[in-house]
Structure formats: C-alpha cells, structure tokens
C-alpha cells in the first residue's frame, strides 16, 4: 500500500489465475486506487443482480492515516475482500474482473449498466407492497437484513461517540497529572515531593492509556460494524432489486395476456386483415420471449441469492466475531497497562514519609516499609495476586476437591473474625 499524506491508498498486489480469456496466468505489482475499487465494484453490482458483492473496505480506519496499524488493517480488509470476489463462481467470470486485472494504466469500467431503478422511481416502488414471492426465504430475509443495516450503522455512531468521550476523558487526566506535579512546590518533606511527582506522571500515563482505548475500541468494533452496515444495505438494495425484477415479470405478463387476447380477437374477427394479424404475431412473439427472459432471470436471481444468503450470513458472523475476539483482549491489555502504571507508585506513595505514608489518616504506628523488588507486579503468569485467584488447569483425570468439613469439626483453621480481618488487611502490602 502507498499513501502520499491523507489521500486514498493506492493497493499494489500480484493475482494469479487459472481461468481462461485471460492474458497469462501471472500478473505482478498491480496499481489499483482506491477510487477505481469502487468502480469495479459499482459495476459488478449493477451487472450482477444474483449476488450479494461485497462492499470495499474505506480507504482509512479509526487507527489513523499514516499509522502502522492503520496500514496493516487497510491491508487485512482489501486482502478479505479480494478473497471474497475471487471466490464467488459469478463474479470473478465477469468480463470487468479481466479488465480490472490486466489493465496496464488505470481501470474504468468498459461496459455500464444502471440498476433495474434508480432515483425517484426507485423511492416510489420502496413505498409498494413487495409483489408476491414464491420464495419465503428471501421473503423473509430482508426486514432482518434491514434492521441489521440501521443497528450496525447506530453501534457505529454510539461506538465513535463513546471514542470521542474516552479521548477527553485521556485529555483530562493529563491535565490533572500536570496539576499534580506542580504539587511539588507545596511540599517542604522530600518522600511527599517525590510522591506528588511519581503520581503526576502516573496519571498522565493513565491518560495516554485512555486514548489508546478509544482507538482500539473505534478501530474493532467501530470499523467493524460500520463495513457490516454498508455489507447490509448492499443486501437489502440486492433484494429490492430482485423486487422489481418480479414486477417487471408480473408486468410482462400481463403485457402477453393482452397481445395473446388482441390477436384472438383478430383471429375471431369476421374481415381478417393480414397485416395486422401478423403485427399481432409478431408483438405477441416478442412479449413471450421478454417473459421467458425475465423468467429466466428472476428464477436464476432467486436460487443462487438463496446460495449466497448463508455465505454472507456466515461471513458477517466472522468478521462480528473475529472484532469481538480482538476488542477483548485489547480492552484486558488496556486494564493491565493502566494496573501495572498505578502499581508502579505503590511504594512511592507509602514510602512518602517515616511511618509509610500513612500517618495523615491517624495510621502513624505503623512500621516503615521498605521498598522490594518485584513489589509492584501482580500479573503474573499464575494469576492475580490482588484477587487471589490462580489460574489451573484440570485435565482428563481431575477429582474435584472434597466438600467443607462440618462447621462443628475441629480442623484446626484460626477464627477469622472482623477484628481479625482488619489486621491482616492493614498489614497487607498492597
């Protein structure tokens, strides 16, 4: 991928085939812009009214323009979406995916078609009722594909809206971070001046992990739901498609049944005049073959989107998944970066005076403590010391442990009771 500041991409790949028409079957370093995807796209739409395509992927993502991981997820997508047109039987035997890959300079598509309907007559057969349909699986599949389509496009916004939130949450605790650290110059005791400034810095970290998390959250479930809306409007626009294709067949239906009635008139007319029964004829000949078309091509339509109604279903699971997966574990690994930045002053903020940091809570008996090494990791690879929980792993042979012995059995466990507890928490070390 090559991208000269903030404009479109320009994708570079290899493609390699086996179909025939084609040139040779290797083509290497290919240009395409983002803007001429489009155009293939555009027409593969238009010329292909039994398949769902697949929208292409934006031209930037939330992690932003210029960035590694922006490149790498721009990549990942055109990549997803090559797999995909590729490995449709129908599309990638279409005419334009041989012009797209074999032209030298540039792409524009050599043959256009428009829609079945376009523009205000298109809003106009929205409003009808839907003809009727013999086929009550995609009958069916559409309202759901619409929902899908405004629900996704709602996360979208909520999930850029709750980004923006996070990012001046980020700003804000730098700020405070720079507000405590000019706390220094109030303090005369050298452990409360290294303190205000270790936690300063601190929450200024805190800060910076905010904004990481706004990214990672705009970047995965964002980008993501946002392609699955547009994935979803495409599959609505390609049913409705299919709508007016059956009322176009219903149309030339009726169109036969007038000229087959017209031409029994003429046949049943007492003066038969030749030129116009063949006039007849021939205007009825040529309304069967449009139906027969038409019916061909609604028959056609209607079994491979079928076909194709569980490829996209099960495409969207994926990629809804695959987002999922990776917006937990960069939310975990947020969690423990902003831990492990509030562990790395635990010893600064009880070591800020002689009797551990303590003393402005009335807790000035308590002993010093002294800093150790390794004190302020929790995550390790056995669990989390300030739960307690240890991560095991039961194999095939594992016996769950006994039940609890009777409360009356002597068993030898110290009464732990609230007096208790609050010692052993008051001298705990986290």
Known sequence: MERAGKKPPVIKFDAYTNLPRFRTTHFRDIRRTHGEF?????????????????????DTT??????????????????KWLDRITGDAILVRDEEMMYFIESDFGY?????RKPPATGVRRKAIKQLQPPPDDCSELFDFR?????????????????D??????????????ELGHRFSSMTSLESQAGMINMWKKLGKTVM?????????????????GDTAYWLSNSAYIVKETLTNRHILMRDLLAAQATSKSKHATAARLRSS????????DEALSTLEEAKQVEAALTAKVNRVTANLVRQKHDWIANAETDLEAAIVEYVGR?????????????????????????????????AELPPVVKRAGASHSQGPKGDSWSGDRRTYHGAGYVPPPPFADEDADDGLSEVDARNAASLLAGSTF
């Open 38 to 58: 489009i155009k293939l796209f555009r027409h593969l739409s238009s010329a292909n009214p039994e398949c769902f395509v697949p929208t292409v992927p934006p």
């Open 62 to 79: 939330a992690a932003g323009p210029g960035t590694d991981e922006d490149e790498f997820r721009i990549k990942a997508n055109f990549q």
């Open 108 to 112: 524009t598509p050599l043959t256009k």
């Open 143 to 159: 309202p759901p594909a619409k929902r899908f389509y405004l629900v996704a496009a709602d996360v979208k916004q909520r999930v």
């Open 161 to 174: 809206r709750l980004a923006r939130i996070r990012r001046n949450l980020g700003v804000a605790e730098i």
């Open 205 to 221: 970290n805190v800060g910076d992990v905010q904004a990481m998390r706004a990214t990672a959250e705009a970047a995965t479930i």
């Open 270 to 277: 007492s003066t038969i005049n030749p030129l116009r029964v």
């Open 331 to 363: 939310m975990i690994d947020a969690e423990r970066r902003t831990l492990a930045v509030w562990e790395s002053i635990r010893t600064d903020v009880r070591a800020a005076d002689g009797s551990g940091g303590l003393s402005r809570l009335g807790r």
